[in-house]
């Protein structure tokens, strides 16, 4: 695998965190080298040769999150209809979900970020977090199979699925824009703010305004996905839900 850990106080910090880490997600990892696979970002191996990061254990997490979100909403509603499980799963299987429960288990100091990254607030980024997550999930899914990951995924997310059904999250620029109508204001302005990354994984950042109220920032791989993430984030912090 070749992911590399130089000594240093960082490191030791981070070793610290990836202990907390397995003890908030209710798993120890059998293979410390998955683990700290699934905790590299890309930004790492920029410059650097053969440097694996988690962007391949991303793939698979995203598909084990969502089969795991499936089974658990068939359980758990059984009287809904297909599109109110399809709406709730979208929202379970979105990067600021699995941002919240990256925040939620104190993912951000455990993952390993190149110095810019760091520097430029990496560890808290939405997107790096909700990445990050999944590859954790992963992870966990290879090292102890279906039922430890879903172990995992149960606690993590029950507040989200107790909260899927909630339309500002699962449709936030819908909701946005009601909300501005029904206020007498304008509908809300979405503005690109700044585009980096290479062009086969852009980050893009998405400013949105409405009247006077003070402008929500937020990132995200798309500018749809951006945009959903600043209007969430603007509903949550005016708590407009």
Same mark, same amino acid.
């Given at each position: 695998?070749? /992911?590399? /850990?130089?000594?240093?106080?960082?490191?030791?910090? *981070?070793?610290?965190?990836?202990?907390?880490?397995?003890?908030?997600?209710?798993? =120890?990892?059998?293979?410390? +080298?998955?683990?700290?696979?699934?905790?590299?970002?890309?930004?790492?191996? +920029?410059?650097?040769?053969?440097?694996?990061?988690?962007? =391949?254990?991303?793939?698979?997490?995203? *598909?084990?999150?969502?089969?795991?979100?499936?089974?658990?909403?068939?359980?758990?509603?059984?009287?809904?209809?297909?599109?109110?499980?399809?709406?709730?799963?979208?929202?379970? /299987?979105? *990067?600021?979900?699995?941002?919240?429960?990256? @925040?939620?288990?104190?993912?951000?100091?455990?993952? =390993?970020?190149? $110095?810019?990254?760091?520097?430029?607030?990496? @560890?808290?980024?939405?997107?790096?977090?909700?990445?990050?997550?999944?590859?954790?999930?992963?992870? %966990?899914?290879?090292?102890?199979?279906? +039922?430890?990951?879903? *172990?995992?995924?149960?606690?993590?997310? %029950?507040?989200?699925?107790?909260?899927?059904?909630? %339309?500002? =999250?699962?449709?936030?620029?819908?909701?946005?824009?009601?909300?501005?109508? $029904?206020?007498?204001?304008?509908?809300?302005?979405?503005?690109?703010?700044? @585009?980096?990354?290479?062009?086969?994984?852009?980050?893009?950042?998405?400013?949105?305004?409405?009247?006077?109220?003070?402008?929500?920032?937020?990132?995200?791989?798309?500018?749809?996905?951006?945009?959903?993430?600043?209007?969430?984030?603007?509903?949550? @912090?005016?708590?407009?839900?």
């Amino acid at each position: 695998m070749n /992911v590399r /850990v130089s000594p240093s106080k960082e490191s030791n910090l *981070r070793l610290k965190a990836i202990d907390a880490l397995q003890d908030k997600l209710g798993y =120890r990892f059998h293979d410390p +080298e998955l683990l700290e696979l699934a905790l590299t970002h890309a930004s790492v191996a +920029e410059g650097a040769r053969k440097m694996a990061d988690n962007e =391949r254990l991303e793939f698979l997490g995203d *598909r084990v999150l969502g089969l795991m979100t499936a089974e658990t909403l068939m359980e758990a509603l059984p009287e809904a209809t297909e599109g109110e499980l399809s709406r709730r799963f979208h929202t379970l /299987v979105s *990067r600021e979900t699995c941002a919240d429960v990256a @925040r939620q288990i104190d993912l951000g100091p455990a993952i =390993r970020l190149a $110095a810019g990254e760091t520097k430029s607030g990496g @560890r808290s980024n939405p997107t790096i977090l909700g990445d990050a997550c999944e590859a954790l999930m992963a992870a %966990v899914y290879i090292d102890g199979g279906y +039922e430890a990951v879903l *172990r995992c995924f149960k606690p993590l997310w %029950v507040k989200a699925v107790k909260e899927s059904g909630n %339309v500002s =999250r699962s449709n936030p620029k819908s909701y946005l824009q009601e909300w501005a109508v $029904a206020h007498g204001m304008g509908a809300p302005v979405y503005t690109l703010v700044s @585009r980096k990354g290479p062009d086969h994984a852009p980050v893009f950042t998405i400013e949105v305004r409405i009247d006077d109220l003070p402008p929500q920032s937020a990132s995200g791989k798309s500018r749809q996905e951006a945009e959903k993430a600043a209007a969430l984030g603007l509903i949550e @912090r005016e708590k407009l839900n």
